[in-house]
């Protein structure tokens, strides 16, 4: 099965200076994109990128089913 998956910042989550923005992507957005890269390589990310217009990524992904769940 396919799922979209869609990471927004809110804006009461935006960073207010410019140290605040250096910290918010050293801790957050990296972190983010390494994850992404990694679910990426495992094949359970099947496309995906920036959302166009805001700070978002939308993610396709690929669950793979199995009968733990019957």
Known sequence: ?????QLKL???ARPMT???????IEQFIFP???ICKKLQ????IAAGGPVSGAVA???TTQILL???FI
């Open 1 to 5: 099965m396919q799922y979209l998956v």
């Open 10 to 12: 809110s804006s009461s």
């Open 18 to 24: 410019p140290e605040d923005g250096i910290a918010f």
């Open 32 to 34: 983010t994109l390494e």
């Open 41 to 44: 390589e495992e094949k359970k």
């Open 57 to 59: 990524l939308a993610l």
């Open 66 to 68: 199995t009968n733990t």
